[in-house]
């Protein structure tokens, strides 16, 4: 990567599971589904906070989900979700 020599992370990160925001609400996107089904904005922080923080070389060029990568680095017990249960592998937008 072009930046890597001036310490610049390049990481893509996606939500393990819906994440209710106003514009979900409004599509009504969370309708019929079991609101623990969902994750907290605070965790796709809590995941950008480890991908800001932990050493370049363990970081960069990671393309992962939110609870995937905590419980990877031990930032978070359990994870469910895309990238975290094995029967969704992958991630929302590319599954294997």
Request: with cysteine; charged share 20%.
């Amino acid at each position: 990567m072009e930046v890597y020599e001036h310490g610049i992370r390049v990481s893509c990160l996606s939500p393990s599971q819906i994440v209710p925001t106003p514009g979900v609400l409004h599509h009504h996107l969370m309708d019929g589904r079991d609101p623990n089904d969902a994750e907290g904005p605070e965790v796709l922080a809590q995941a950008i906070v480890l991908l800001a923080t932990e050493p370049l070389d363990r970081v960069t060029g990671r393309c992962c989900c939110s609870q995937a990568i905590l419980k990877e680095f031990g930032w978070r017990g359990t994870a469910r979700g895309w990238g975290a249960d094995p029967t969704m592998p992958g991630t929302g937008y590319a599954q294997i």
